[in-house]
């Protein structure tokens, strides 16, 4: 039916292959290309033998022409990026050029400043009409599912849907001291940023991490979760109407948090370039360097992921909540495509995105975030290719008014 080239053969971009691999119906032709080429020819080397043809490039997705030359040789229908954020730009200029749809995962980051903003990539909005091609940002699992649980809930259980949470919750365990489970450089930033939430109207900052509750978990159980701003706030604060709050939240263990505390007080977790040994270095990325790469992880991870919204709102006059959640075991994705549950979760979403887009389903000229199109067809894919989705009507809530309330 269709060809997709991957840019980036990291974590998640193992995963997208293995997926695209799997839905050769869609998938007849991938194009995996990279930084580092040799990442890209082993995948082939294990993923080769079945019905989708496999080629494999180098390529430096910071450079608009050397894309242009790739895209106009293997000619996608889409490019699914799964580099890193700052080449987001680079990558949809090069779209652009060529006329060929696009997908990421990760909204785009200048690389000197930690932002976390939507804005550079929905400037291109009128460009990718005109140019009559589809982008389809954050298609990941958050963002990316959570904003189709947002979608589906709005068409199936709402009239109006007035408050989101959202819950990430890794229950992985790795036996190491401390690593983090996809890129270290992307996942610090998150973390050690401000905290924001989206109340009436209004950002609200916090500090890092200065919310934490108790969550209790379906098959997991109960985890301490902090709450941290996440990039599909904005677009879901945005795109659903009349929404009164939505916040993230996520889960790290103590002894994770007490690792970062140290890395932070010495200064290893900044972003500003430092002189040494007469070579500018930014001290975040010598510290991804000595990390354990994520890949790694996959074969000494235990546990499971457990991430998921829960809505409050309105239906029929009656007040409702609902709570959709998927629940992801490490060991099983390890066994299925040699990743853990963080790079699955993230990879299998990007894939499906990407068949819709070659079936013509989710295709519409412009810059779109997930939860702009139809949900349904999303949602039966989550079933079939490894993120099945449950339901409750019951859920354990969360506090709603923090700033009044007396626990941090
Ligand atoms: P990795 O660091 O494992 O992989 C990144 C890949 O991109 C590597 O293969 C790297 O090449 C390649 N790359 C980096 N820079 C360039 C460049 N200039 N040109 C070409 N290739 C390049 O990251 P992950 O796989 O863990 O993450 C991939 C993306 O997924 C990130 O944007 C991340 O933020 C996002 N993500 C999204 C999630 C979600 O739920 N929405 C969750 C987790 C991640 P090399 O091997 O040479 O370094």
Redesign the pocket.
């Not at 799964?82 to 954020?85: G, S």
């Not at 990941?140 to 990316?144: I, M, V």
């Given at each position: 039916m269709g060809k997709a080239l991957i840019?980036?053969?990291?974590?998640?971009?193992s995963v997208v292959a293995h997926k695209c691999v799997q839905n050769s119906d869609v998938f007849e032709e991938i194009m995996i290309a990279?930084?580092?080429k040799a990442?890209c020819d082993a995948l082939k080397e294990k993923l080769d033998g079945g019905k989708t043809i496999i080629h494999t490039a180098q390529?430096?997705?910071?450079n608009v022409d050397e894309l242009v030359e790739l895209i106009n040789s293997f000619k996608p229908d889409v490019v699914i990026n799964?580099?890193?954020?700052y080449?987001d730009l680079t990558i949809m200029e090069a779209c652009l050029a060529t006329g060929v749809h696009y997908l990421d995962?990760?909204n785009y980051e200048p690389p000197e400043t930690a932002k976390f903003e939507y804005k550079w990539q929905w400037a291109y909005k009128e460009k990718f009409e005109k140019a009559g091609i589809t982008a389809v940002l954050?298609c990941?699992?958050?963002?990316?599912v959570t904003g189709v649980f947002t979608a589906y809930a709005l068409k199936h259980h709402f009239d109006e849907i007035h408050y989101i949470d959202i819950l990430d919750c890794n229950a992985g365990d790795h036996g190491l001291p401390f690593a983090t489970n996809?890129?270290p450089e992307?996942n610090i930033r998150e973390i050690t940023s401000n905290g924001r939430y989206w109340k009436e109207g209004k950002w609200i900052e916090t500090k890092p991490l200065e919310y934490k509750r108790e969550y209790n978990f379906p098959e997991v159980g109960p985890k301490d979760i902090y709450l941290l701003y996440h990039e599909e706030l904005e677009s879901l604060a945005k795109n659903v109407k009349g929404l009164k709050q939505i916040r993230f939240w996520m889960t790290f263990s103590e002894k994770y948090l007490t690792h970062l505390r140290v890395l932070q007080n010495v200064g290893m977790t900044s972003i500003e370039p430092i002189e040494f040994e007469g070579k500018k270095i930014v001290p975040l990325q010598f510290l991804k360097a000595v990390l354990p790469d994520?890949?790694s992880l996959g074969p000494r991870t235990k546990g499971k992921t457990n991430i998921g919204c829960i809505f409050r709102g309105i239906k029929d006059g009656k007040e409702k909540t609902y709570y959709l959640y998927n629940v992801c075991d490490h060991e099983e994705c390890y066994r299925e495509v040699g990743s853990q549950a963080?790079?699955y979760?993230?990879g299998v979403p990007a894939m499906i995105g990407a068949s819709l887009i070659i079936k013509g389903i989710w295709r519409r000229p412009g810059v779109w975030n997930v939860e702009e199109f139809d949900p349904d067809p999303f949602m039966e894919e989550l079933n079939k290719w490894g993120l099945p989705w449950k339901e409750s009507f019951d859920p354990e809530l969360l506090d709603l008014d923090l700033e009044n309330s007396e626990v941090k």
């Open positions: 840019i980036g053969a990291g974590g998640v971009g990279s930084r580092t990442k390529v430096d997705a910071d799964v580099a890193l954020p080449q995962t990760a954050g990941g699992f958050d963002p990316g996809f890129n992307i994520p890949g963080v790079s979760t993230t």
